[in-house]
């Protein structure tokens, strides 16, 4: 079974205001692209209230190392309550969407995805020797990677729903 140690812990972006669903989905997919990340989309839902709409994005986008270890990020978005409304930008309609998001992004470290050193009582032993005295080093570089990139996904997600919100 995968080992997983958890480097970031729920760094949370919340918004209210207007915007745009699928400028936020596309920026997240993007940003997941062009930082080397393969999508993985645990749960996609959409429920319709009486007050409004609530989209749930549940996402573990993950970058591999090596065949023996991987960053993983968790990456939940809940939308609320919206709505869509119509603003006059510069004398032309746009059609926007109004509510609440919550962007929760953890980190973690997976090691031995595959199960291939559990096998066997030496493999398994062998693989506790090596992570504890040739691959030390490596963990260190395998943290900093994955804290970087949720610090990295944080402060793009929270800037750009600021300057969403400056430009309308």
């Not at 949370?12 to 930082?35: A, C, D, I, P």
């Not at 066997?120 to 992570?131: L, N, R």
Request: charged share 25%.
């Amino acid at each position: 079974m995968a080992e997983v140690q958890i480097v970031c812990k729920n760094k949370v972006v919340k918004y209210s205001g207007l915007f745009n669903v699928n400028t936020v989905h596309k920026f997240l997919m993007q940003w997941l692209r062009e930082n080397g990340f393969s999508n993985f989309e645990e749960r996609t839902e959409e429920q319709v209230f009486p007050e409004g709409r609530q989209i749930i994005y549940n996402y573990k986008p993950f970058s591999k190392f090596t065949d023996f270890a991987k960053a993983v990020i968790y990456l939940n978005v809940t939308m609320s309550n919206i709505n869509d409304v119509t603003i006059d930008v510069d004398g032309q309609k746009k059609q926007m969407q109004k509510g609440d998001i919550e962007i929760s992004i953890s980190g973690y470290i997976e090691t031995d995805y595959n199960n291939k050193w559990e096998t066997k009582p030496f493999y398994y032993f062998f693989k506790i020797v090596s992570e504890k005295f040739f691959l030390g080093g490596h963990r260190s570089y395998y943290n900093k990677f994955v804290t970087r990139k949720c610090e990295s996904l944080y402060e793009d997600t929270k800037a750009m729903l600021n300057i969403h919100s400056l430009k309308i």
